[in-house]
Nanobody, 129 residues
Framework: VQLQASGGGSVQPGGALRLSCAAS????????????VGWFRQAPGKGREFVAT????????WYTDSVKGRFTLSRDNARNTVFLQMDSLKPEDTALYFC???????????????????WGQGTQVTVSS
């Protein structure tokens, strides 16, 4: 499953953004729904890090500690889309955000970048006053 992230932008600290991650045109819903989708981000000069993910199997959602209580991941299988609602944004959230698909469904697998594929181009999020 090939995914593409969108919805990034520039906001002030405390602001909000909603990122979308859509499957490529022609992807069947019955295919999309058997993949977990995760969000990762990469700040300048740093490696790509895990942000959030949702297991396709039981809907469990996991977040990295720095975004817990501020970010919310949801998915709409009918639209082949996953969303990342980001509230109370901080300057340290500034990064290029990516989404990707994984056939796995456990916490240990879904927090590992190597268990994902279908990476698209990222969407830039900049938080600055």
């Amino acid at each position: 499953v090939q995914l593409q992230a969108s919805g990034g932008g520039s906001v002030q600290p405390g602001g909000a953004l909603r990122l979308s991650c859509a499957a490529s045109a022609g992807t069947l819903e019955r295919t999309f729904r058997i993949y977990s989708v995760g969000w990762f981000r990469q700040a300048p000069g740093k490696g790509r890090e895990f942000v959030a993910t949702k297991s396709y199997r039981d809907g469990k959602t996991w977040y990295t500690d720095s975004v817990k209580g501020r970010f919310t991941l949801s998915r709409d299988n009918a639209r082949n889309t996953v969303f990342l609602q980001m509230d109370s944004l901080k300057p340290e959230d500034t990064a290029l955000y990516f989404c990707a698909a994984s056939p796995y469904y456990t916490y240990s697998d879904l927090t590992s970048i190597v268990k994902y594929n279908g990476w698209g181009q990222g969407t830039q999020v900049t938080v600055s006053s």
